[in-house]
């Protein structure tokens, strides 16, 4: 303290009171009640909800219309390589109206008759049957081995070229290995969903925890969160959105899958409808194939969107 | 044996390999604080003071010297050195309450539900949080989250309680707000408290000695002001008397004069 410099010898400042004080002008009292609006009808609530809705919907449904049109039109000439969508209509009015076909519904089960005539929805039910089992295993799978990589600077360096150069090779050339390793048709199906959908999620969940935020990882080495406290409390709850990412893109790459495994192995599942439908030249039937496969991904891409979501805000 | 004060800095010192060589952050700081002391550590930004803190708390190893709390030598995290962290560092998927118990839950392991529940919620009522205990942190303003990430510090009960610049992410009313908070809250719980600033009236408001760093690199401990001012402290009544002017000047002749910002000599 003696190194420091005496206080100089300004005289100490005065109480507030002998400061010379700022004169206070009173301020004119806001105009107490705003204006008041006045609305005129009470259902306007419901009016903007429906307005909103139409705003949202409407222009999917006018580009859909005018798409049709522009099909239709380019499409009506004697010598055009595509049916057009009256056509469609027309020809594959069975295949749009009886999807059903075949299957037997059973509460929320569903048996669909072995071979034969077996209607649009029974192809993709069996379809997406393989979707959930295969999908199921990359998502359990790819998570662990996310959180190991994502973890151990060690497995890092050991996995992570791997799986980038395997991420690369594309759904159709994992066939023949598949088909090599387990000899029928239905387990190869799935292990191609599994390989196919397992790389973003293996990657996804290794960003997510790679990016947890040193706060978060201070917190718990002062809190002395031990290994599965930290898992449980920390790193999961911080990944979840990383790993739906990975899981979303997933389930999109394993109905991209499921359609080409289906087309060249034959049997069931919607692949196999399409292929089957080119080979019968029946190519209405395959672009209600196609709007299906459309739809289903979609939905599906939205249903993982959605849990997403929900777990994101739970965690 | 040589009397050790409660918390004890001996021969601090830590170097970091960079591919130009190894650079010396800090290097021969001793600091001896007594139980119940309210430090507060200042200096340019880059001096290392955050450094010193994280060696404190155990999450970054010193090259050189030890930390001795209560007597025990201290080389790695626990609660009993909360560290209330600069951003608040809520975890944002759990509700404040959730936040608080996470804590509880770790240092109150083996007791009654019920009594765990208590002391989230009185914890809560000591920074005035306890009417936001369902929500979640970004359904607070910033000051809000601040008091929940103190009140999460507290109610661990540390030994010692460790500020990282707490309220440097905060404009200056609510900052005032919540030093008046932290004030209230030492006046009942009387922590050692270690709270890193670069806010001189901070400073001299908050803390029984104020500690000064020189600036890095190889930062150490400049200068060592005690604070001689009667609490309970009050800021506008203070403003006015000559122990905090004098305090006040001092510290600023250092900061300013003696060791100014490093990067207006640059400049």
């Known amino acids: 303290m003696s190194l420091l410099r005496p206080v100089p010898s300004e005289p100490p400042p005065q109480g507030c009171d002998s400061l010379p004080q700022a004169e206070i002008i009173p301020y004119p009292r806001a105009q107490s009640a705003a204006v008041e609006q006045k609305r005129g009808f009470d259902l306007s609530p419901v009016i903007d909800r429906i307005r909103g809705l139409a705003l949202a919907v409407l222009p999917t449904v006018l580009m859909i219309a005018v798409l049709l049109m522009v099909w239709e039109i380019a499409c009506s000439g004697k010598e055009a390589a595509l049916p057009t969508p009256s056509e469609v209509w027309t020809e594959s009015y069975e295949v749009i109206m009886h999807p059903l076909k075949g299957v037997e519904m059973d509460g929320l089960g569903f048996k669909i008759q072995d071979g034969g005539d077996v209607g649009i929805a029974g192809h993709i039910l069996t379809s997406l049957a393989r979707v959930a089992f295969g999908f199921s295993l990359s998502a359990v799978v790819g998570v662990a081995l996310g959180i190991l990589i994502g973890q151990s600077k060690l497995a890092y360096r050991a996995l992570d070229p791997l799986f980038q150069i395997l991420r690369t090779v594309p759904p159709l050339a994992w066939l023949p290995i598949s088909l090599a390793i387990f000899q029928q048709a239905q387990p190869s199906a799935i ?65 991209l899958a499921i359609v080409a495994a289906e087309m060249v192995q034959g049997g069931t599942g919607i692949g196999f409808f399409i292929w089957d439908s080119y080979n019968s030249s029946l190519l209405t039937d395959t672009i209600v194939a196609l709007v299906w496969i459309g739809l289903i991904g979609f939905t599906l891409d939205r249903i993982v969107g959605w849990i997403g979501r929900r777990v994101a805000r739970q965690a | 044996m040589k009397h050790r004060s409660y918390l004890a800095l001996e021969g601090i010192g830590i170097t970091f390999p960079t591919p130009k060589g190894p650079f010396t952050a800090l290097r021969d700081v001793d600091l001896s604080i007594e139980k119940g002391e309210f430090v507060a550590l200042i200096g340019h930004s880059g001096c290392g003071k955050s450094t010193l803190l994280n060696i404190v708390a155990g999450l970054t190893k010193p090259t050189r010297g030890v930390v001795f709390l209560d007597g025990e030598v201290v080389d790695q995290p626990g609660p009993d050195r909360a560290v209330i962290f600069q951003d608040h560092s809520l975890l944002p998927w759990l509700t404040v309450a959730e936040n608080v118990r996470l804590a509880v839950d770790k240092v109150m392991a083996g007791k009654p539900r019920a009594e765990r529940r208590d002391w989230v919620m009185h914890n809560l009522e000591l920074v005035q949080m306890a009417h936001s205990a369902a929500k979640r942190p970004a359904e607070l303003s910033g000051g809000m989250k601040q008091r929940v990430g103190i009140a999460r510090a507290i109610a661990m009960s540390p030994r010692v309680l460790l500020m990282d610049e707490p309220f440097g992410a905060l404009d200056a009313l609510t900052r005032a707000s919540l030093q008046d908070a932290v004030m209230a809250i030492q006046a009942q719980l009387n922590n050692t408290v270690v709270m890193i600033t670069h806010d001189v009236d901070e400073a001299v408001l908050l803390a029984d000695r104020v500690v000064m760093m020189t600036n890095g690199p190889a930062a150490t401990i400049g200068e060592d002001l005690a604070v001689k001012l009667a609490r309970p402290r009050n800021r506008i009544e203070m403003a006015d008397t000559p122990d905090y002017n004098h305090a006040r000047h001092e510290i600023l002749h250092f900061l300013h004069q003696r060791f100014s910002n490093p990067t207006d000599k640059a400049a």
Do not use: D
């Open chain 1, 191 to 255: 292990f191609l969903i599994f390989i196919t959908a397992i790389w973003p999620v293996i990657l996804n969940t290794a960003a997510g925890v790679q990016n947890i935020p040193m706060t978060y990882r201070n917190v718990a080495k002062v809190l002395s969160l031990n290994p599965i406290e930290y898992f449980l409390k920390i790193m999961l709850p911080a990944t979840v959105p990383h790993m739906f990412t990975g899981l979303r893109i997933g389930i999109g790459m394993s109905w």
